[in-house]
Structures are given as structure tokens and as C-alpha cells.
């Protein structure tokens, strides 16, 4: 049994990801027919093609059924770990799972490999990726490669990173910014966060960017009129995002002239904090860290 490696070009062709998982297959371009663009098709088996046509060549030779496949994502995230059930990487067997427009008339992405998907110990929505802890992540070599082969160690590393919840994330961050929209929801309606909060009654204040050039998310005041700060994330927390949050306690402190300042970290992250975030919360000045979820529904009008 062989252990690879295959990057999903989920920037390139948005939803990528998720037709991996739907169709249970993996897959590469290279068309075997010529197209715009394009001065030649790559044809298999043919010894004429570029470095990573022939790079590809040789990892569909060597790929069998029973070998384990991850999908790489960007930003040292994968998608889920797969076992390969078969290969329809033949000329005749181009299947594109980005399907055919004016400007792709053959497609994208239809050399498959098809996986079962490994789905004990791990996120079943495909929506939730994983992001590998640093100690897991592929090597810069590895990284650049659309299609490879890893070796054992770093496979056994990735599978258990996959099982930790801690490192378990939305998908949706890298498509547009919660930040941002949770950061304006809190500061229209603070009473959603603690019904004792309202908007602090300073804007100067309330917009204030620092000398350092950075601001605070949200500001609002508790009906004590003590300052409240939010900062606001998208994923899980990080001991980075508590000491960011505790710079901007200290400079709201100096300019309202109030000692009790109260922080609320809010997060779209895991329910479960690393320990060492939990730990780093607990010190002074404490940090109230505090989770968010989306809930969207659609109704025709």
C-alpha cells in the first residue's frame, strides 16, 4: 500500500472540493483533446508531454486500489483522506467534474480516481475541512505538487491530525469574510451578545484607530458604563488572537481613562479551544472567549 497526495484547485475552480466528496473521486486535468488556449491535448502514454504531464503519468502508473489518497487544500488545510477504489484516467474515460462551458468545451478536472471516503473520527459535512497543525503539514515540495506520493510517517501524521476536532474549521472563511459581518451584526445589535451591552455613547472613541494603525472590532459598554471589547474571528482562536485582544483592553483603558475594561473574544471556530488558548484566557486580564454560528435558512417570495 502507497500513501499520496492530491491538490484540489478550489481557488481555480470554486465547489471543487465539494464535487470531490459528492462524486467520491479525486481527480487532474490534462484533457485528452486539444482545446482554446491550449496548442496540444495530452494524450496518455505519450512521451512528448511537459514535466508534469509526465510527473502525472507516472503517479497513475503506480497508484492501485487499496492506497490511501488526501486532498490537499490551500492555506495547509486538506479536505478528507480516501481509499482508491479504481482509476478512470484512460483517454476515453475524460469525465470532467468542472463541466463544460464556451471557454472549457472539454472541461476540467476529468482524469478520476475514485476513493472511498475515510469518514470514522472525522467531520461527515464537507463544509468542515481540516487544518494541519504545523508538525503535519506537507513540505514545500510536497506542497507544490498537484499529484504525489507522501511518505508513511507523514501520512500517519496527517490521519491523526484529521481526528483532532481541535483542528477542525469552516470551509466558508476562505470565500468571504465573517469577520467583517459579525463584527457590524454585534455592533447594530450588542444586546444579541449580553443584554446588559449597548454601543459605547463615544463614536470618536468607538472608531478610534490607534497610533499603531489598527482598531478595536467592536466597542461597546456594559450598563455599568465600563468598556466592552470584541474582537471578532473567523476560526479558532489562537493565543495570538487573545494577547491582540488585550493590547487593544490596555489602549481603550488609556483613552476612556477606565481601569475596568471587560474582553470578549468571538469566534466561528471549534467548540473545542486548544488548551493552551483555554489556559491563556484565564490570565490576567481575563478573556471571555465566546462562540458564533451561522444559521441561514432560504424561503421563496
Known amino acids: 500500500m502507497k500513501f499520496w497526495k492530491i491538490y484540489c484547485m478550489e481557488s481555480e475552480w ?11 473521486a479525486v481527480a487532474v486535468g490534462f484533457p485528452p483533446k486539444r482545446r482554446n488556449g491550449y496548442k496540444k491535448a495530452w494524450k496518455l502514454n505519450d512521451a512528448a508531454g511537459d514535466a508534469k504531464w509526465t510527473h502525472a503519468q507516472n503517479c497513475f502508473k503506480e497508484i492501485k486500489p487499496g492506497d490511501k489518497i488526501v486532498v490537499q487544500l490551500k492555506d495547509h488545510c486538506i479536505g478528507r483522506i480516501g481509499e482508491v477504489v479504481g482509476l478512470a484516467i484512460e483517454d476515453k474515460d475524460w469525465n470532467p467534474l468542472v463541466r463544460c462551458s464556451k471557454r472549457l468545451p472539454t472541461g476540467e478536472m476529468g482524469r478520476r480516481i475514485n476513493v472511498r471516503w475515510k469518514l470514522v473520527d472525522v467531520p461527515l459535512d464537507p463544509d468542515i475541512i481540516i487544518r494541519l497543525p504545523e508538525d503535519a503539514q506537507f513540505t514545500s515540495g510536497l506542497s ?6 507522501i511518505p508513511k510517517t507523514a501520512f500517519l501524521k496527517i490521519k491523526d491530525a484529521a481526528s483532532k476536532k ?6 466558508l472563511p476562505h470565500k468571504f469574510s465573517k469577520e467583517k459581518a459579525i463584527s457590524d451584526y454585534l455592533g447594530t445589535y450588542p444586546h444579541r451578545l449580553d443584554e446588559t451591552f449597548h454601543p459605547y455613547p463615544d463614536a470618536k472613541i468607538r472608531e478610534k484607530v490607534f497610533k499603531d ?6 466597542l461597546l459598554e456594559d450598563n455599568h458604563g465600563n468598556p466592552v471589547v470584541v474582537e471578532c474571528k473567523q476560526n479558532t482562536p489562537q493565543r495570538e ?6 493590547h487593544y483592553m490596555r489602549l481603550i483603558s488609556r483613552e476612556t481613562g477606565e481601569k475596568r475594561v471587560k474582553g470578549i473574544l468571538v469566534h466561528g471556530g471549534n467548540n473545542w479551544l486548544p488548551k493552551q488558548v483555554q489556559k491563556c484566557s484565564r490570565l490576567k486580564p481575563p478573556v471571555e472567549i465566546v462562540r458564533y454560528k451561522y444559521l441561514v435558512d432560504f424561503f421563496k417570495s
Do not use: K, M
Open 241 to 246: 488572537d487573545i494577547y491582540q485582544l488585550r
Open 213 to 218: 494603525h489598527t482598531r478595536a472590532d467592536v
Open 14 to 24: 470554486p465547489g471543487l472540493w465539494r464535487r470531490f466528496f459528492q462524486n467520491q
Open 166 to 171: 481541535d483542528n477542525w474549521e469552516d470551509l
Open 144 to 149: 507544490r505538487a498537484s499529484i504525489c506520493s
